[in-house]
């Protein structure tokens, strides 16, 4: 017999109905009346099913007695309504077989509340805990949502790669890619040669997969990458990693304007998505992690987005009296606390375009009065950025004069240079940063806690 996930258990409509399930024992509780209760769970759900198991099943006392939790179990029965509150069916077992103890004495989850930094010492065990179950089950429905969006949108799903030569966002974070020769290595007792890159070349991870990616725009109008990201900055913040997932759509004949719709667009049906699919984790999070939190992105898919440019961004922030710990003036780049202030006071998402051109990458589309570029960054409360983007400056002559004010080798980005020279387009595109997105849908002020193994400075053990 087929089993069938605790998800559907729990919404099942045909009662009774014989039914087998495979999953981890939550809690056990054993009844005066010759009874014991399980609550089991298998991570379909953040709910538990609760399983009676009668006292005359044969491993009753040998076994059922002796589940404690974490221990994995296959259970046949019949699924019947619940008369207890809060559930509509429980299971009446008929058979429960052990398929891996537990041992209760060193397993960490114990019923015990634990804080969230404790958790991270067990990246293996914590998706069994409610909340990171629900964290990850609502960053699967973004995943999804995007892909969804983007293809029916248009946009072709387009791999780029992770190891590249180019540095797109110009700031020379970056993790080098080295060449680990063992049979050579063999008998020596230095750990890595060093001068052995990547067959000759100097290599290392992608830290966007924009530049490649517009060049696919510009043969194919419309695509998005969205794949594993690396940072090198040795930034030790909440909202920072040194591996994060990211989405870049990028396509060809779009402005600034369009892309700002597509973003607007594209986040408003991303959590939408989250508020109908995952309706269960999304009530848990709203009264156990931030409270609100559903009317909140409600508002987000309802409401406009408000806008600001750079510059009316900064005589908001200079003349608001607040004081700020790094003051502000024109040509700053945004801090935390600034992206604070913004977003508190419209309450909600703000698309903050037309940056200074001098603190932007070489890329960007250089705006008529030449000091600002297209540039668009959308900020939310509490997690600030989660998208940046631009139009992307599409004359040939303008590209060439920025990338010499950076330092950058024209013969280096020859391709990229060449997408100019052959049938040139206006375009633009964004990333977003997904485990930003998580945190936002979710409330979770780490972003170690949105993504299953966090790598972060002094963290890449497992
Ligand atoms: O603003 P960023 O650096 O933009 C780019 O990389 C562009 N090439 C994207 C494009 O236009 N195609 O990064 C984009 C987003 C940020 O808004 C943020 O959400 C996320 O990526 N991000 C990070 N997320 C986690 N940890 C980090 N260290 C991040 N750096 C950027
Ligand atoms: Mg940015």
């Not at 983007?150 to 799903?157: K, L, N, P, Q, T």
């Not at 990547?198 to 530049?211: E, M």
């Not at 848990?284 to 600001?308: C, N, T, W």
């Not at 419209?346 to 030449?370: C, H, N, Q, W």
Request: hydrophobic letters at 35%; proline letters at 4%; aromatic letters at 10%.
């Amino acid at each position: 017999m087929d089993w069938i996930t605790i998800d559907a258990c729990r919404r099942h409509q045909q009662l009774p109905a014989a039914t087998e399930i495979r999953g981890w024992v939550r809690t056990r509780r054993d009844s005066k009346g010759g009874f014991s209760f399980l609550e089991i769970n298998d991570g379909t759900c953040l709910g538990n099913l609760q399983v009676v198991v009668p006292a005359e099943l044969e491993n009753y006392a040998s076994e059922v007695q002796k589940l404690t939790a974490g221990c994995s179990v296959i259970i046949h029965g019949q699924l019947c309504e619940s008369p207890a509150k809060g559930q509509a069916t429980e299971l009446h077992a008929e058979s429960v077989r052990v398929i891996g103890w537990c041992d209760g004495e060193t397993y960490p989850l114990q019923k015990k509340r634990h804080s969230f930094e404790k958790l991270r010492e067990w990246s293996h065990l914590r998706a069994r805990t409610n909340t990171l179950g629900a964290v990850m089950r609502v960053r699967n429905r973004l995943s999804q949502s995007i892909h969804r969006f983007f293809d029916e949108s248009g946009f072709y799903y387009l791999h780029t790669p992770i190891v590249t030569g180019s540095d797109c966002e110009g700031a020379g974070e970056m993790f080098r890619v080295t060449t680990l020769n063992l049979e050579k290595l063999a008998g020596s007792n230095r750990p890595f040669d060093a001068s052995q890159d990547f067959f000759g070349k100097p290599t290392h991870l992608t830290v966007s997969g924009q530049l490649e990616g517009e060049t696919y725009a510009s043969a194919m109008s419309k695509i998005y990458t969205f794949g594993p990201t690396f940072r090198a900055e040795n930034s030790n913040t909440s909202r920072h990693l040194a591996e994060f997932w990211m989405v870049e759509p990028e396509a060809a004949f779009f402005d600034l304007r369009d892309n700002m719709q597509l973003a607007e667009r594209f986040l408003k049906r991303i959590f939408a998505d989250c508020l109908e699919h995952c309706a269960e984790d999304m009530a848990f999070i709203d009264e156990r992690i931030e409270k609100g939190k559903l009317a909140q992105l409600q508002g987000v898919v309802d409401k406009p987005f408000e806008h600001m440019t750079y510059t009316e961004a900064v005589t908001r922030l200079t003349s608001c009296g607040e004081s700020f710990e790094y003051p502000v003036k024109w040509g700053i780049d945004l801090q935390a606390e600034h992206e604070k202030y913004l977003t508190q006071f419209v309450g909600g998402p703000l698309i903050l375009t037309d940056y200074p051109a001098g603190i932007k990458p070489f890329y960007m589309r250089v705006s008529d009065d030449e000091s600002t570029v297209a540039a668009m960054d959308v900020l939310v409360p509490g997690v600030g950025e989660i998208i940046g983007g631009s139009q992307r400056e599409e004359r040939l002559d303008v590209l060439q004069r920025r990338m010499g004010e950076a330092g950058l080798d024209e013969q280096e980005y020859w391709w990229y240079v060449d997408l100019r020279r052959y049938g040139t387009v206006p375009h633009a595109g964004f990333g977003l940063g997904l485990e930003r997105a998580v945190q936002y849908a979710t409330g979770m002020t780490n972003i170690r806690d949105v993504i299953p193994f966090p790598r972060t400075p002094g963290n890449a053990d497992f």
